[in-house]
């Protein structure tokens, strides 16, 4: 079975940076649309970003969130700027249908996805 393998979690100040990475061991990420979600303790999984046919972020992210595609490494980076204690959580990357639905819909179209890497920012 497909599987994606996440990197650069870790612990941060507020208004600190972390750039995560998607890699996708044995196969090609250029046929998927990818999507990162979160979900912290307690709270349901959101969908943060997607990069696909278009590229979409959760509005709680927008202007601090970019996601991009390194074809040559095969991986699919999240860089996370001006981070927040509210982005605390759970990360992990999934390959999806579409990245219409990313936001309205965090549990539509799931094909495979990584194990996640943890964020956690606080002082």
């Known amino acids: 079975q497909l599987q994606l393998v996440e990197s650069g979690g870790g612990l941060v100040q507020p208004g600190g940076s972390l750039r995560l990475s998607c890699a996708a061991p044995?196969?090609?990420?250029?046929?998927?649309?990818i999507g990162w979600f979160r979900q912290a303790p307690g709270k349901e999984r959101e969908g943060v970003s997607c990069s696909g046919s278009r590229t979409n972020y959760a509005d709680s992210v927008k202007g601090r969130f970019t996601i991009s595609r390194d074809n040559t490494e095969n991986t699919v980076h999240l860089q996370m700027n001006s981070l927040k204690p509210e982005d605390t959580g759970v990360y992990f990357c999934?390959?999806?249908?579409?990245?219409?639905?990313?936001?309205?819909?965090?549990?539509?179209?799931?094909?495979?996805r990584g194990k996640g890497t943890l964020v956690t920012v606080s002082s």
């Open positions: 999934a390959a999806i249908d579409t990245c219409d639905f990313i936001v309205t819909r965090p549990y539509y179209g799931v094909r495979f």
């Open positions: 044995g196969f090609t990420l250029d046929a998927y649309a």
